[in-house]
């Protein structure tokens, strides 16, 4: 199976910060990668698809890098809304895997 | 708009049966494949298992092997997990995903474009 490992695991920012999320994968996934936005007692939110495209309704801020083993999720100018947990996902193959997850708290 | 509802969960003892439902509406739900994802309590996300359009291809994570199967009824836009001989560790919200994504090749490449609110699962005795 190939491990996804996301840093930090939690990450203290304000408001207007730029942040920058990692996920290394275990083996190489070419861009098959995805991001998610999780808030508490809610269901995922996909971000990201192949890597580094935005899905339609997400703002602008948010971007996504990466290709082979090496991936970032960037957030640009961090919004009240945009405290949560995020995921990074592979997709290159089955059984499909996550990251453990980084929680952007307030500072 | 794309709309999931999974139902089904609820207390189970430990070696018992659920069966839990994801309905759909909103789209032609017979052209996309959906998978299942479970969240144990104050842990990640983990995939669990995966069904085709039609149905016939299945995937299900080593953990739960055997023991959870899933189908579908494209006549009414609903896909089913059936969970047997659970365990404590089975304890999670199920969610129901809608899958997007690219096929090259006879191989394709998915990930979760639509989640539903989930259901709760616990195993306990």
């Known amino acids: 199976d190939i491990q996804m490992t996301q840093s930090p695991s939690t990450l203290s920012a304000s408001v207007g910060d730029r942040v920058t999320i990692t996920c290394r994968a275990s083996?190489?996934?070419?861009?098959?990668l995805a991001w998610y936005q999780q808030k508490p007692g809610k269901a995922p939110k996909l971000l990201i698809y192949?890597?580094?495209t935005l899905e339609s309704g997400v703002p602008s801020r948010f971007s996504g890098s990466g290709s082979g083993t090496e991936f970032t999720l960037t957030i640009s100018s961090l919004q009240p809304d945009d405290f949560a947990t995020y995921y990074c996902?592979?997709?290159?193959?089955?059984?499909?895997?996550f990251g453990q997850g980084t929680k952007l708290e307030i500072k | 708009e794309v709309h999931l509802v999974e139902s089904g969960g609820g207390l189970v003892q430990p070696g018992g049966s659920l069966r839990l439902s994801c309905a759909a509406s909103g789209f032609t739900f017979s052209i996309y494949s959906v998978s299942w994802v479970r969240q144990a309590p104050g842990k990640g996300l983990e995939w669990v298992s995966y069904?085709?359009?039609?149905?016939?291809?299945?995937y299900y994570a080593d953990s739960v092997k055997g023991r959870l199967t899933i189908s579908r009824d494209n006549a009414k836009s609903s896909v089913y997990l059936q969970l047997n001989s659970l365990r404590d560790e089975d304890t999670a919200v199920y969610y129901c995903?809608?899958?997007?994504?690219?096929?090259?090749?006879?191989?394709?490449?998915?990930?979760?474009?639509?989640w539903g609110q989930g259901t709760v699962v616990t195993v306990s005795s």
């Open positions: 192949k890597a580094s």
């Open positions: 996902q592979q997709y290159n193959s089955y059984p499909y895997t």
């Open positions: 069904i085709s359009n039609t149905g016939d291809t299945i």
């Open positions: 995903a809608r899958d997007r994504g690219h096929c090259d090749g006879g191989s394709c490449w998915r990930y979760f474009e639509s």
């Open positions: 083996q190489t996934i070419s861009s098959w």
